[in-house]
C-alpha cells in the first residue's frame, strides 16, 4: 500500500448520505472522514448505526404480517 488514505469504499456517509466518498486514514483507523460533507466519524458511530439497523430489522422478523 503506498497510498496514505484508502477511499472509494462502497458505503455512505453516516451524515450526508454520499456514496463512495468515504475516507479512511491509515494512521488513525478509527476515524472516517467524508470528503463530501468533510464531516468525521468514528468506526463507534458506524457500529451504532449498524446496531440501529439490526434492532429494526430484527423488529421486522417478528412483526405481524400487515395482510
Ligand atoms: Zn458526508
Known sequence: MTTK??????????????????RL??????TFTCSSCDTEFSADDVRAEID?????LAWLDTAPDAA
Open 5 to 22: 488514505t484508502q477511499r472509494g469504499f462502497a458505503v455512505r456517509c453516516l451524515h450526508c448520505g454520499q456514496e463512495e466518498c468515504v
Open 52 to 56: 440501529r439497523w439490526a434492532r429494526l
Open 25 to 30: 486514514d491509515v494512521h488513525n483507523l478509527d
